[in-house]
């Protein structure tokens, strides 16, 4: 917390610009919004005040885990309920199988600097 606000902020801010360039050319080609939503430091995100149908949930940048940057796409159907069911049932995605969620896996390894 000592740093200058651009160094200790500019990651962040360079993650929200990349994502905010990404979703100008996915609203374009789907003609559907895009909803951009960071997770808490669990990996949890709640989506608010969307409507009940067919979503395709996905992370714009790649997940950084080991040696490997994984991305995903998955498609869930949303459908209405009461707020409070809701958050005592809560959405997950996970990488175990589920036949009722369809997903599109991604892992790439990163690069590597050699000495």
């Given at each position: 917390?000592?740093?200058a ?7 962040y ?8 360039s990404?979703?100008?050319p ?5 003609g ?32 950084e ?10 498609e ?24 009722k969620?369809k997903?599109?896996?991604?892992e ?8």
């Amino acid at each position: 917390m000592n740093l200058a606000a651009d160094i200790r902020d500019a990651y962040y801010y360079l993650k929200q610009q990349t994502i905010n360039s990404s979703i100008k050319p996915a609203e374009a080609s789907s003609g559907k919004s895009v909803l951009s939503i960071m997770t808490d430091r669990k990996g949890t995100a709640y989506f608010t005040d969307i409507e009940p149908g067919a979503y395709t949930i996905s992370n714009l940048l790649g997940s950084e885990t080991g040696a490997s940057s994984v991305l995903w796409a998955c498609e869930r159907e949303v459908k209405a309920t009461h707020l409070a069911i809701a958050m005592r049932r809560p959405f997950t995605l996970s990488n175990e199988k589920d036949p009722k969620v369809k997903c599109e896996i991604v892992e790439r390894p990163l690069p590597v600097c050699e000495k």
